[in-house]
């Protein structure tokens, strides 16, 4: 089974004057955690906005308590930097089921002939016209 978590956080970063104050806040933010812990975090709202910091942060794993441990984790963190007040986070987690398992119809097969596909067809954004 594969479970995924993703969290947003914000962080008020209204005390910076300009963008390239809170963007040194954000790249402080995002390498300290990236160091620290094996995820993904960008910044994804808000980019114009020199007041508010909002993050993405995912991570997968197979275990359901292990992932939800570790956002917690990363997200007291994050506000334990003390560079910038949080003020939201959330979090959600979703289950993905055993690979094993077909996620298809298996009834509904088009009989589709893989060598006809693949003759008939074009690298993407190598056409002939």
């Known amino acids: ?6 969290a947003r956080i914000g962080l008020d970063t209204s005390s910076s004057s300009s963008l390239k104050d809170k963007r040194s806040i954000a790249k402080a933010v995002i390498d300290r955690t990236r160091h620290r812990f094996n995820i993904s975090i960008s910044e994804i709202e808000e980019l114009d906005s020199h007041s ?8 997968v794993s197979n275990s359901a308590s292990h992932v939800q441990a570790r956002v917690d984790k990363l997200l007291d963190f994050i506000e ?6 949080v003020v939201f986070r959330e979090r959600e987690i979703t289950h993905f089921g055993n ?13 589709l002939n893989w060598d006809e596909v693949k003759n008939t067809s074009s690298p993407l954004g190598l056409t002939d016209e």
Do not use: H, N
């Open 80 to 85: 334990k930097l003390c560079l910038a007040p």
């Open 1 to 6: 089974m594969m479970v995924v978590a993703i």
């Open 99 to 111: 690979l094993a398992e077909p996620f298809w119809d298996e009834e509904d097969s088009d009989d």
């Open 52 to 59: 508010l910091l909002v993050l993405g942060i995912t991570t």
